[in-house]
């Protein structure tokens, strides 16, 4: 409890919110929960990509990232391209009068260090720079929670993501990968920690598991053309992708299976209608999720999950769904082998139906064993990110920390 003569603790939450990523809004949703549960005293609000959004569906109050409301749109005319360049200009003020406001800042989870699908250095880079930077400046505590990472081939948004990181408060990891590619770009991580994606720290539906009706292959898809060193194949890296998945998903009808389209991005409606389109069957239906706990739900009542959003195979893991992944980062690799199930990936890059229904039926076969280690794997999960909150806790609210001690001191 806050007394009448103590000011609450000012708590911000940073990132692409609110804009049509289950994923980013999972760990948002995580975030909060930590801090009502532990600090409710805290005032939280945001700057984030979908203020309405953010606003409506977790009551906070919420501030748009962008002065520039085109910012996310390619600038081919004169007056777009000076529009985004003012606005670049004006976000730096609108960020440091927002981040001067408050005590802490959290940026939850989210691949906010990462290039691993096409990233320009001028985006979402140049904010995180700003946050982390005027953070420095003011005395704010800003903290990296959970977050993915990546060796960035490009200069400037190498730069850049080096500097915020270096700037930030607290940085932790969603897997060693990650806190290795900081490493070697120059940031000192030997006090940074690894845990899970903050998404396991989400309630789990009850699953549905195998003693019940047989249920769907959840197949996520998602509107993949590749990463930034991709850009000059990204047409034929998507083509690939969407014939392997539409062949592979016609064979499953074909043999009598039904399968339910998963997406974890506004972006990935497209690919959902383009397989519908060519597997022209009842058998063939598309989930209409709006949340990882919407997902969770669909992933818990399949049989199996292949799937290739990172996101979607945290909901189908989570759940402790057999899950095949359609792996397009070293973060779904890492993701798979942390959780029991490092044989059963597949590249999105080349997606071979032939190789790709090979492996789903070596899957299958050894379900009820994976469904045994996915247990044993997501309760060392929750463990590890109970041990994260409190480090959390340590780091961003010591004068808290310090009551909560008092409090436990015999």
Known sequence: MTSADETPVRV??????????????????????????????????????????????????????????????????????????????VDAFRTAAWVRRHDVVIVPGMGVLEA???LRPWG???????????????????????????????????????????????RSYRDALSRDAMRAMGVNTAR?????????ALPTPRAGGPSGPPGPVCVGVMDFHGGNDDRARAEEIHRRYLDGTTRFVRTLVEEGRAVRLLTG???????????????????????????????????????????TRYHNLICALKVGTPTLALSYAAKSDALMAEMGLAAYCHPAREVDADRLLERFRALEKHSAELRRTLAE???????????????????????????????EAP
Request: proline share 5%.
């Open 192 to 200: 940074d920690e690894v845990y899970p994606d903050l998404a396991f």
């Open 377 to 407: 794997r997501n309760l060392a999960a929750a463990r590890q990110l109970e041990h994260q909150f409190t480090a959390l806790t340590t780091a961003l609210f010591p004068a808290a920390d310090h009551a909560h001690a008092l409090r």
């Open 265 to 307: 991005d506004e972006c990935d409606a497209p690919v959902v209608a383009a397989i519908l389109d060519a597997v022209d069957s009842p058998l063939v239906t598309a989930a209409e999720a709006a949340s990882l706990a919407d997902l969770m739900k669909e992933t818990a009542a399949a049989d199996t999950v292949v799937a």
């Open 116 to 118: 691993t699908l096409p």
């Open 12 to 89: 911000g939450v940073f990132g692409l919110l609110g804009s049509g990523n289950l994923g980013n809004d999972g760990s948002l949703e995580a975030v909060l929960g930590y801090l009502r549960a532990e600090h409710p005293e805290a005032v939280v609000d945001a700057l984030c990509g979908g203020p309405e959004v953010v606003t409506a569906r977790y009551g906070i109050p919420a501030t748009r990232l962008h002065w520039y409301r085109g910012e996310y749109r390619t600038a081919l005319r004169a007056g777009a391209i000076a529009a985004k360049g003012l606005g670049k200009l």
């Open 124 to 170: 979402f880079p140049y904010s995180l720079f700003l946050l982390c930077a005027t953070g420095r400046l003011f005395g704010t505590r800003v903290a990296l929670v959970s977050v993915g990472a990546d060796a960035i081939g490009n200069r400037p948004t190498r730069a850049l993501v080096r500097w915020s990181a270096r700037l930030a408060t607290y």
